[in-house]
């Protein structure tokens, strides 16, 4: 024991650097992509063509080439910014085989600068919707690149505008408005509640399953999730409906949330006939797009008092000439509009910045990205 106590006290010292700071230089060189489980990674580099926008950039989308361009500036990223798609600017760049990203916002331009560069294995388009950016047959049609987009960053605030607008009509909220402005008093009005209510969401991607989340957390409703094709039960949904069977979901529902997207598939699929099969004093809400709805047969519907009332985030035409008919008197009460603002929130371009960043570090390493668009279905 006593020969052991003297080996002990004379064994050297491991290492003048302590534990905690040995793994804070290891949590270190994991966040920026060199080590992973103490083993080397190997990044692959990234040329980016950042495609912002052709002509003059608007204030929202300069702030928007701000947070991006700070996102790309990394060890592994080399990126050019470019302001038209085709012409003496493209010409210029060299080396196009090398570039291998197109970072870009949903532009069907994008189809000249696949013609230039053809090896671009992938395109994030850095909005939601993208039915313009798949317009391009080159992007389409090539299996072998992948196309995402940021579609995840608005679910909360277009969740919170189908509850709001929801609210708006069964609680009857025009109504006091009109008192309010009238200066009259009428008390004692009984009024219709969202809780329990059936609620139909038509499309239940990840803005649907938000909604559902928000409609059945917070209000209890029945939530009946309406898809092209059924499958499992999703999250919140208690029931699961197919797009086909339309006129007879909207029969049975008290209130109907739009989230699909533009796909030549669903142009006017709420149609006239459809609108005629809604329940009696039911709310329709849009957050998809406008180009899904009928609006002659919208506004019949309105006016002959089959729906209460329609919150309106996207319209077919925007932006809304000042003759559009939801401008109108009869319409004032009837019609909540946002004019496509919903999804605006002060964070949102940092949520847009915080998906690419992601997806760069995914694919520099190899990794399946996140946000992949069905290029065929269109979402």
């Not at 995840?152 to 605030?157: G, L, N």
């Not at 409609?215 to 009946?224: G, H, L, P, S, Y």
């Not at 002060?346 to 520099?364: C, Q, S, T």
């Not at 390493?365 to 279905?377: F, H, M, R, S, T």
Request: proline share 4%; hydrophobic share 40%; charged share 25%.
């Amino acid at each position: 024991h006593i020969i052991f106590f003297f080996l002990m006290i004379r064994r050297p010292p491991r290492s003048t650097q302590s534990r905690s700071s040995a793994a804070s230089d290891v949590y270190k060189r994991q966040v920026h992509g060199e080590v992973k489980f103490g083993r080397a990674m190997s990044m692959r580099k990234l040329k980016v063509l950042f495609a912002i926008n052709t002509g003059v950039l608007s204030a929202s989308l300069k702030e928007l080439e701000t947070v991006v361009s700070k996102v790309l500036q990394k060890p592994f990223v080399d990126y050019t910014p470019v302001y038209n798609f085709q012409g003496p600017e493209i010409d210029k760049i060299k080396n196009k085989e090398l570039y291998n990203v197109i970072c870009t916002t949903d532009n069907k331009d994008v189809e000249y600068l696949l013609r230039d560069f053809k090896n671009i294995e992938w395109v994030h388009d850095l909005y939601t919707g993208c039915e313009r950016i798949l317009q391009s047959d080159l992007l389409r049609n090539n299996d072998k690149i992948v196309l995402t987009n940021c579609r995840d960053v608005s679910k909360i605030p277009l969740s919170e505008f189908a509850a709001g607008s929801t609210l708006y009509f069964l609680r009857n909220f025009p109504f006091f408005e009109e008192q309010k402005r009238k200066r009259e008093w009428h008390a004692r009005i009984p009024l219709p509640f969202l809780n329990q209510k059936h609620v139909a969401i038509f499309g239940y991607g990840s803005v649907g399953v938000e909604v559902g989340r928000v409609f059945k957390q917070a209000f209890n409703c029945r939530i009946t999730a309406v898809k092209r094709e059924t499958g499992s039960l999703p999250p919140y949904a208690d029931a699961v409906a197919r797009l086909d069977d339309i006129k007879k979901v909207v029969s049975q529902n008290d209130v109907i949330i739009n989230c699909l997207p533009n796909t030549p598939f669903t142009q006017q699929i709420f149609s006239k006939e459809v609108f005629e099969n809604f329940k009696k004093d039911s709310v329709f809400v849009n957050v998809g797009r406008g180009t899904t709805v009928d609006e002659d047969g919208l506004a019949d519907a309105l006016l002959r008092g089959q729906i209460l009332g329609a919150g309106l985030d996207v319209t077919a035409q925007e932006p809304l000439p000042k003759e559009s008919r939801w401008f109108d008197e009869q319409f004032r009460h009837k019609v909540l509009l946002t004019f496509h603002s919903s999804d605006e929130y002060p964070e949102l371009l940092e949520g847009r910045g915080k998906i690419l960043d992601e997806n760069l570090h995914k694919f520099a390493k190899g990794e399946p990205l996140i946000n992949v668009v069905n290029k065929k279905a269109g979402y």
